[in-house]
């Protein structure tokens, strides 16, 4: 029969290790701390959006992937017009981009399927994260910049 003990320092040792500040995410969690409770839920919300239709190009940290797809960690471009990145995210880009002095070629996607809301929540989360500290980001600006025709840049 097995003791309670070693099982209880088991789960305990796994809740800590698990939550402890070295694993997964613990950059990108960087500048969270200076959100209000609203943009922190916006935060939140938007790493899973990240996760799900932007990392496997702009990958986990933000590093983008070589010469090809262009950083969000630390990105000039990004961080000039947080909001009006939001037409990129919605409607793509054809079109090089200079980030950070290298010019990127390779496309990227449009995202239609995306509502305002989930727009400023990826934002908010990638304007936030990898070094990024430009707060949060609002539907209401989102709404603004996708309707307002500008560029990004």
């Not at 070295?22 to 969270?32: C, D, H, T, V």
């Not at 017009?81 to 010019?103: C, E, F, H, S, T």
């Not at 949060?136 to 989102?142: A, I, L, M, Y």
Request: hydrophobic share 35%.
């Amino acid at each position: 029969m097995l003791s309670k003990r070693p099982i209880g320092t088991l789960l305990l040792f796994l809740i800590i290790t698990s939550c402890g500040g070295s694993g997964k995410g613990e950059s990108a969690n960087n500048n969270a701390a200076n959100l209000t409770n609203k943009e922190r839920q916006y935060f939140s919300n938007g790493r899973g959006l990240y996760e799900l239709h932007c990392a496997s190009c702009h990958m986990e940290e933000g590093q983008g992937l070589g010469l090809l797809i262009p950083p969000l960690k630390n990105a000039d471009y990004l961080m000039k017009n947080v909001a009006g990145a939001a037409r990129v995210i919605k409607y793509g880009l054809k079109d090089p981009i200079a980030v950070n002095g290298q010019i990127y070629e390779q496309p990227m996607p449009a995202h239609a399927d995306l509502t305002p809301l989930e727009i400023a929540e990826i934002l908010t989360f990638v304007s936030n994260s990898w070094g990024n500290a430009h707060g949060g980001v609002t539907v209401e600006e989102v709404k603004e910049a996708l309707t307002s025709g500008k560029p990004a840049n």
